[in-house]
Nanobody, 115 residues
Framework: VQLQASGGGLVQAGGSLRLSCGAS????????MGWYRQAPGKQRELVTT???????NYADSVKGRFAISMDNVQNTISLQMDGVQPEDTGVYYCWARFNGRSSTWGQGTQVTVSS
């Protein structure tokens, strides 16, 4: 499976941004997709995940502000980020679990929130 992410950029605090990620790869069954992020000097952390069945999971820090959605047919996910804050700044990585137990990462997209 290969993941291609897009949509990062510079946004002011309180603004909105939308990230997208598409998965490709024949013969691969996508189970779960999501986003992780890594701020400068910090470890990569979970932002949100979504299963094929639509079950979502969010980090406490983004609950109520971010929303993940999945197109099961296209194997794409989107992350709507509203009310962004400077602490949301970081490189956002798309992630996917496929065929039950394998996983892969996308190339990362930079999100910068100015105060």
């Amino acid at each position: 499976v290969q993941l291609q992410a897009s949509g990062g950029g510079l946004v002011q605090a309180g603004g909105s941004l939308r990230l997208s990620c598409g998965a490709s790869g024949r013969g691969r069954i996508i189970n779960t997709m999501g986003w992780y992020r890594q701020a400068p000097g910090k470890q990569r952390e979970l932002v949100t995940t979504i299963t094929k069945g639509g079950t979502t999971n969010y980090a406490d820090s983004v609950k109520g502000r971010f929303a993940i959605s999945m197109d099961n047919v296209q194997n794409t996910i989107s992350l709507q980020m509203d009310g962004v804050q400077p602490e949301d700044t970081g490189v956002y990585y798309c992630w996917a679990r496929f065929n039950g137990r394998s996983s892969t990462w996308g190339q990362g997209t930079q999100v910068t929130v100015s105060s």
